[in-house]
Nanobody, 123 residues
Framework: QVQLVESGGGLVQAGGSLRLSCAASGRTFISYMGWFRQAPGKEREFVAAISWSGGSTYYADSVKGRFTISRDNAKNTVYLQMNSLKPEDTAVYYC?????????????????WGQGTQVTVSS
């Protein structure tokens, strides 16, 4: 089992920045960690992910160039630096983790989830 604890959400004005953190614990081997988000009335969508070993990164087109995902292996923590935030980035952001050797950016491929953290961007 893997436990994921997110932090760093909040309220920010458009154009501002926030950094989300997700600390992982547990005995299960993790090969990828990622972030998804769910806005009111919408389905949960992929935002970004990173491989735990090689550091390969993956981004949704909507956040490419504005968001950066990174990891600290020593702390078992993944970060999502969000810059140039827009009102449409408002959502609950969820940290997720998975094993396996092939990356898929689908929600169903991630068995472990955090509780979510709210990000609100005001216009």
């Amino acid at each position: 089992q893997v436990q994921l604890v997110e932090s760093g959400g909040g309220l920010v004005q458009a154009g501002g920045s926030l950094r989300l953190s997700c600390a992982a614990s547990g005995r299960t081997f993790i090969s990828y960690m990622g972030w998804f988000r769910q806005a009111p009335g919408k389905e949960r969508e992929f935002v970004a992910a990173i491989s735990w070993s090689g550091g390969s990164t993956y981004y949704a087109d909507s956040v490419k160039g504005r968001f950066t995902i990174s990891r600290d292996n020593a702390k078992n923590t993944v970060y999502l630096q969000m810059n140039s935030l827009k009102p449409e980035d408002t959502a609950v952001y969820y940290c997720a983790a998975r094993g396996g050797s092939v990356f898929y950016r689908t929600e169903v491929s991630f068995p472990y989830w955090g509780q979510g953290t709210q990000v609100t961007v005001s216009s």
